[in-house]
């Protein structure tokens, strides 16, 4: 397939810089964006096709370890994939670092902050979400985040500089906000920091507050009990029915059960309550859903009626929520999720490439994606582990911790050969 197809040629005008157009344009090098990749190659029809990729960040941490890059479990060489280095490695891809700010989806052409246009014969959205705390917190700013690869660099220096000081004697007061599945796994690895921690560094006490009167509410009971369990034996203090309703440098305002409030000392507090729509998104001219998500199609389409007519804009990965005839569909919004949405993204892609521009015997039918309710966790909890699948447990704390490394590794070789 040449380039730019139906793209329209080269993009740009008078004032942005021209940028030649690409036969897929993917927005995000995340999980979705750099999978997609790898599923393109993976065919013979799509070895052809010239891919961009687009992200503000040339390096990507490996999130679902996050909680040990940021205790210095984990490395920052070790856990994190230079993901420009791979794509470039590619003779036939580019990965372009820049800010997008916009898209013209009947153009197909992407702005990005500094006056450079892009466009692609087909456009892929990948571009994930944030960790933010809601704009109810008073001082929200004062909260730490960790998910986006300049965050979690922030996050585990100040861990560093704040753990390895002297300090007045007393051990630093760490805060974690949000009971789920992230907030456990980072109160868990911090509580850890009194057996294990790198040298120099002092044991902080350990805070989790949690808005629910049982940790972890999308598991079964018995799997919140077990975390609780091992969460209170490593010494983590359980504030549950409670919000952080304000911080400040040095403290959080937690409001309890009967509705009291009170200043907690916090030397570093860090939201894990839940992550939200990238603000970009708010500037795709793409449809969204009520929460600000993009709203596609089972086949991962944004455009996926016959009215207005754009098959080849595509969206995945975290940015997306699938919108069926029953309905938002509950997929997972996790990492697996993503490289799924890959899949058939790629597998539509390629079904419409080897259709001629402009499709004139009409758009043909894709592939849905496929819904899966759920799929494997491993629960890191600093020196306990669980492995849980819907009601099943399995209590394998070493074979766990190797195994998520392994998964790790496995990650990026795929991208580096
Ligand atoms: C703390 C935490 C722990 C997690 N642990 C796990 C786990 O253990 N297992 C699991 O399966 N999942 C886990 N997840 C979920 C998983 O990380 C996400 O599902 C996944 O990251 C989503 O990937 P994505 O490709 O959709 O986009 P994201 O990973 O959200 O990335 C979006 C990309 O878009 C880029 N971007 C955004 N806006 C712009 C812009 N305007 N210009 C340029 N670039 C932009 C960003 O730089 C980023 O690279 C975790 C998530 C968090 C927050």
């Not at 969460?231 to 440098?249: D, F, I, K, N, S």
């Not at 570093?268 to 859903?289: E, M, N």
């Not at 005839?325 to 539509?348: F, K, S, Y």
Request: glycine share 12%; charged share 25%; net charge neutral.
């Amino acid at each position: 397939m040449s380039s730019g197809a139906d793209a329209g040629g080269p993009a740009g005008d008078a004032n942005g810089a021209s940028e030649a157009a690409a036969d897929v344009l993917i927005l995000g090098a995340s999980f979705t964006g750099i999978e997609l990749l790898y599923q393109l190659r993976r065919r013979p029809e799509g070895r052809a096709l010239q891919v961009t990729i687009v992200d503000r960040h040339r390096r990507h941490g490996y999130l679902p370890l996050v909680h040990e890059r940021l205790c210095g479990r984990l490395g920052p060489g070790e856990s994190e994939l230079d993901t420009a280095a791979a794509i470039d490695r590619d003779a036939d891809a580019r990965f372009i670092e820049g800010e997008i700010v916009g898209l013209d989806p009947e153009a197909k052409e992407v702005s990005l902050a500094d006056g450079r246009r892009l466009r692609g014969r087909f456009v892929v959205v990948a571009l994930g979400s944030i960790l933010e705390p809601p704009a109810a917190i008073a001082g929200r700013e004062a909260l730490a985040i960790y998910k986006l690869a300049d965050e979690q660099r922030a996050a585990a220096g100040e861990l560093d500089a704040l753990l390895r000081g002297d300090g007045d004697g007393d051990a630093p007061v760490l805060t974690v906000i949000g009971g789920g599945i992230s907030g456990v796994e980072l109160a868990g690895e911090l509580a850890h920091l009194a057996k294990t921690r790198p040298e120099g560094w002092r044991a902080p006490r350990v805070v989790l507050v949690h808005g629910g009167e049982r940790l972890l509410p999308t598991f079964a009971a018995r799997v919140a009990a077990r975390t609780r369990r091992y969460l209170e034996a490593q010494g983590v203090e359980l504030r549950l029915g409670a919000r952080v309703v304000a911080a400040e440098e040095g403290r959080v305002r937690v409001r309890g059960r009967d509705g009291e409030e009170v200043w907690l000392r916090s030397d570093r507090s860090y939201w894990s309550g839940g992550i939200r729509p990238a603000p970009v998104l708010d500037a795709l001219g793409l449809p969204r859903t009520a929460a600000g998500w993009l709203e596609v199609g089972p086949t991962l389409q944004c455009f996926p009626t016959a009215r207005p007519s754009l098959p080849d804009i595509f969206a995945g990965g975290d940015a997306a929520r699938i919108v069926g005839a029953d309905g938002e569909w509950p997929t997972m919004q996790r990492a697996i999720e993503c490289l799924w949405q890959a899949d058939v993204l790629a597998r539509n892609i390629l079904a419409l490439a080897a259709e001629p521009a402009g499709y004139p015997s009409g758009v043909p039918p894709l592939e849905p994606h496929r819904l899966r309710r759920d799929f494997f966790h491993g629960i890191s909890l600093g020196g306990r582990s669980l492995v849980v699948y819907g009601p099943l447990m399995l209590d394998v704390a070493g074979l766990n911790t190797w195994f998520r490394r392994f998964l790790m590794r496995s990650y990026f070789r795929r991208y580096t050969g």
